[in-house]
């Protein structure tokens, strides 16, 4: 006889059938179990150690998976999911593991009777779609002008973290940076770039209460020469450049030979020329400010300070972007090019302050600025970043409202009329495919469950009395209150 074909090697060992479905399920429900308590207001902060050795104290669901190290595909892939959320919607990041991880719990019992995946995930198909059907015929439009309403908004989102104690702090703060950097696309759509507009500088120090959104953009930089150099512009003309303002170095090493003596002082002065020449090229706009994201030479600077410009040098690309944007500046790469166009003049106030212990360049009062700066002040750096996280999902709340304007009810109320819905509709579906159905809609309860257990509440006469409210489908807004585990309708309470 033939001896057996290796095609994998002697160390891999490769499963198949209902034993990796099960495993799958396993480590995908394991993972949905770390994060449930996370789920509502009544939700548990996690304390993790991170690769540094530091500590990460939040119960944002995407950074908590973040921090984990798994040895299991499916359990990896449960992670992507919640990265994806959190890029592409930026909450909710919690729901989407705790109802994905209830998905494959109840498709656990078909596997066992032997159902094929494929029919399963033709179930599943069918029940997203009418799922979908119903979060439109429930969805109200709201108005994103309507300040009070967007606040509530935001707030709801803001409700199951962490800043939720500070009230209205952080919700005017996502609202204030995000209807700042929106721009208008045409065809009424509103395109807001949360990543590269605005920048959450972080100083710690000072009160929660104290953070603001700037008006304009906030640096981590002092002027050049602090002595000469003004710290305070009223309506200051800003120059934005993209190139050195010192003598450019040659690429590689050079060698020069000089025959005679003067020819080195020929060089030095030619050197001296340049750049005063450049200064000069940048002086003729009379700017109040130059900045520039490369080196500026003392030579440079002292020209600069002479005709009582201030300078600023070394800065980063994005923040140059951020202070075009603000204040209406162009980003000129060649002195020789600027123009009066290029000036920036949308500014009201250039200064430099203290805070803590670093120097900030702060140019505010902008006209119509187009970037902004949030500035969070509090007590320590672990509770910093855990509300720099919050703001992030708060401002991503604020420009998904203003991209689509839609809202359906919060505190399970929604998942559990997509349940009823579903439920009733299982009935007319024929063949094999009716149970999946029937257990997806019932998958649908696991989040007012979970908001209802993170009460402590009894889940179980709180989940019969809700599916009891729904089924006949009278109110659609009827849900869970996450502090109290009272049942309410969501419309009151704003969630």
């Known amino acids: 006889m033939h001896a057996p074909v290796l095609v994998l090697k002697d160390s891999l060992k490769r499963e198949s059938g209902s034993k990796v479905h099960h495993a799958n399920i396993q480590a995908s429900k394991a993972v949905a179990d770390i994060i449930r308590t996370t789920l509502g207001p009544r939700s548990m ?47 909710g990041t919690t729901s989407v593991i705790v109802l994905a991880g209830e998905m494959l719990h109840v498709a656990e019992a078909f596997i066992d009777k032997n159902y094929h995946p494929t029919v399963i995930c033709r179930a599943y198909n069918k029940a997203l779609e009418d799922a979908i059907a119903v979060l439109d015929r429930i969805a109200i439009s709201i108005d994103v002008n309507d300040r009070a309403t967007m606040l509530g908004l935001v707030k709801s989102c803001i409700g199951t973290k962490f800043t939720s104690q500070f009230g209205d702090l952080i919700a005017d703060l996502a609202l204030d940076a995000t209807t700042t950097v929106g721009v208008d696309l045409g065809q009424g759509l509103r395109g807001v770039d949360i990543k590269k507009y605005i920048k959450v500088e972080k100083v710690p120090g000072g009160q929660l209460e104290d953070s603001k959104v ?28 993209d190139c050195p303002l010192e003598y450019k170095k ?84 060649r002195p020789d090019e600027l123009q009066e166009s290029d000036v920036g003049t949308g500014a009201g106030l250039f200064e430099v302050k203290k805070i803590g212990d670093e120097f900030f360049a702060f140019i505010v009062d902008c006209k119509d600025p187009k970037a902004c700066t949030v500035l969070l002040r509090g007590a320590s750096k672990d509770l910093l970043n855990e509300v720099e996280r919050n703001l992030q999902d708060a401002m991503s709340v604020a420009r998904n409202i203003i991209k689509n304007p839609k809202l359906v009810p919060g505190g399970g109320a929604t998942e559990l009329t997509v349940s009823a819905t579903l439920k009733q509709k299982s009935s007319s579906i024929e063949g094999i495919e009716k149970w999946p159905y029937e257990a997806a809609a019932v998958a649908f309860e696991a989040i007012p469950r979970t908001l209802a257990q993170n009460c402590g509440v009894n889940v179980i006469r709180t989940m019969t009395a809700l599916q009891g409210k729904h089924a006949n489908g009278e109110n659609a807004w009827v849900g869970i209150d996450g502090n109290t585990g009272a049942i309410t309708d969501m419309k009151e309470r704003k969630v």
């Open 250 to 333: 040659g690429e590689n090493q050079t060698n020069a030979e000089l025959a005679k003596e003067e020819d080195w002082g020929l060089l030095l002065k030619m050197e001296e020329e340049y750049i005063e020449n450049i200064c000069m090229q940048i002086l003729k706009f009379k700017p109040d400010l130059v900045i520039t994201e490369k080196g500026l030479s003392d030579l440079a600077c002292h020209y600069l300070s002479k005709a009582g410009v201030s300078a600023i040098r070394r800065l980063r690309k994005t923040d140059n972007n951020r202070i075009a944007k603000a204040c209406g500046a162009v980003v000129v790469n």
């Open 45 to 91: 902060l996690k304390m993790l150690l991170d690769a540094g050795g530091g500590i990460v104290v939040t119960n944002d669901g995407n950074a908590i998976l973040r921090e984990l190290d798994l040895a299991h595909p499916a359990a990896k892939s449960m992670i992507e999911l919640s990265r994806t959320q959190d890029e592409e919607v930026g909450d």
């Open 214 to 241: 700037l008006k304009g953009v906030m640096i981590n930089k002092d002027v050049i020469a602090p002595g000469k150099m003004r710290r305070r512009i009223v309506n200051p003309r800003i120059i934005l450049l």
